[in-house]
């Protein structure tokens, strides 16, 4: 393989920006649609953030201070996993949405603040609009957010397993 593609794989680093970048993009994202277009998210949604928190420290970490191949390849590994758990928290909670499987019995979405009084208590109850993990609350192309952050992360996986085959088939002596 030449080109772009080739010269990507060939740097772990590059694969490691690349893979903390578009974890930033997708929680991003995320925040927009909850502070932004006021979409409040369940317990899963705020589940499936959690692997891209983790993958954006970790990328941060690996750039400042992974200078060895070995580190760096470190990373990427970890960095699969961490892409793995999350395109198997976006197929759970995207068959949830679609009845496949069952959702968590604790699954009412995010605490609300705490009352001051019985008098607030009372109007929190009423207000109060309760997230379920079984209703998407918004779809593009058929898929619910759960459903696009299982295809990003899938391919974020595939990104950081390219990059782990092509560093394994590099000779040991290989500059980077």
Same mark, same amino acid.
């Given at each position: 393989?030449?080109?772009?593609?080739?010269?990507?794989?060939? $740097?772990?680093?590059?694969?490691?920006?690349?893979?903390?970048?578009?974890?930033?993009?997708?929680?991003?994202?995320? !925040?927009f649609f909850e502070l932004v277009l006021h979409l409040r998210p369940c317990?899963?949604?705020?589940? *499936?953030?959690?692997?891209?928190?983790?993958?954006?420290?970790?990328?941060?970490?690996?750039?400042?201070?992974?200078?060895?191949?070995?580190?760096?390849?470190?990373?990427?590994?970890?960095?699969?996993?961490?892409?793995? =758990?999350?395109?198997?928290?976006?197929?759970?909670?995207?068959?949830?949405? !679609?009845?496949?499987?069952?959702?968590?019995? $604790?699954?009412?979405?995010? %605490?609300? %603040?705490?009352?001051?009084?019985? *008098? $607030?208590?009372?109007?929190?109850? *009423?207000?109060?609009?309760?997230?379920?993990?079984?209703?998407?609350? !918004?779809?593009?192309?058929?898929?619910?957010?759960?459903? =696009?952050?299982?295809?990003?992360?899938?391919?974020?996986?595939?990104?950081?397993?390219?990059?782990?085959?092509?560093?394994? *088939?590099? %000779?040991?002596?290989?500059?980077?």
């Open positions: 393989m030449t080109g772009p593609a080739s010269r990507l794989l060939a $740097d772990p680093r590059r694969l490691i920006a690349l893979i903390g970048l578009v974890s930033l993009a997708l929680i991003g994202g995320a !925040w317990k899963l949604c705020l589940e *499936q953030r959690a692997p891209h928190y983790a993958a954006i420290g970790l990328t941060t970490l690996a750039l400042l201070f992974a200078r060895s191949r070995r580190l760096q390849i470190a990373a990427l590994i970890v960095l699969a996993l961490l892409m793995a =758990w999350s395109t198997g928290l976006g197929v759970y909670h995207s068959g949830v949405e !679609w009845g496949i499987f069952a959702g968590p019995n $604790d699954c009412g979405g995010t %605490p609300a %603040p705490a009352a001051a009084g019985v *008098q $607030d208590l009372m109007k929190q109850l *009423q207000t109060t609009r309760i997230v379920s993990c079984t209703e998407a609350a !918004w779809r593009f192309l058929g898929l619910s957010l759960a459903g =696009w952050n299982a295809l990003a992360s899938l391919g974020l996986l595939v990104v950081a397993l390219l990059g782990l085959r092509s560093a394994s *088939q590099r %000779p040991a002596s290989s500059p980077g």
